[in-house]
């Protein structure tokens, strides 16, 4: 069995829960993901002064070594993501090849500044509707179009995670891990 493999951005004012609560849920589910600093650094401190340890750094990832590429949220964190050249292609390489791409509260504005929401259903957190452009914006906790999904905040990380797993694991596993977790008793949202 392949083992999928998930990389998850981090820049310094990300929303912890929303980055941590994917990780977490990953590696529960036996998926490969690694925690990434952008700007080179392998610690990252979030929005409310917590900092974590990266597994790499931005400039030694194979990106084709990768399944998914996870932007989790945060103003600041979402501004520092977007700022990152390198990256915002990775965004639009793997968007083209038909590759998976998430984000997370502010994060999925990226995609919709990019173009990559334009008629897809997409969410994101309510201050940053308006930059969903071109998407049909949904007040669903979570949105998959294709190979594009996009989460509304902190409130839905929980959802956003399960739906990662979902997505690489299969419904079966995303359950057993939700009754596991004591998430609304393993019942889907």
């Known amino acids: 069995m ?55 750094t931005l400039q030694e990832l194979d990106f084709s070594a990768y399944d998914m590429l996870v932007l989790p949220g945060g103003l600041r964190g979402t501004q520092g993501l977007e700022s990152c050249e390198s990256l915002m292609k990775q965004i639009d390489s793997f968007y083209s090849a038909g590759r998976d791409i998430a984000a997370i509260c502010a994060a999925p504005s990226i995609f919709g500044h990019r173009g990559i929401l334009k008629d897809r259903n997409a969410c994101s957190y309510p201050d940053f509707e ?45 359950d057993a891990l939700a009754k596991q977790i004591v998430y609304r008793d393993g019942a889907a949202v």
Do not use: Q, W
């Open 2 to 56: 392949v083992m999928s493999r998930i990389a998850i951005f981090f820049s310094e004012g990300y929303e912890e829960i929303e980055a941590l609560t994917v990780v977490d849920l990953c590696r529960r589910a036996k998926l490969e993901i690694d925690m990434v600093g952008i700007a080179g650094e392998m610690v990252v401190t979030g929005s409310h002064g917590i900092s974590v340890k990266m597994d790499k």
């Open 130 to 174: 308006s930059h969903l452009e071109g998407a049909k914006v949904s007040k669903n906790p979570v949105e998959c179009s294709e190979h594009v999904m996009t989460s509304r905040g902190m409130g839905t990380a929980m959802d956003f995670g399960l739906a990662i797993v979902e997505r690489f694991c299969g419904k079966e596993r995303r």
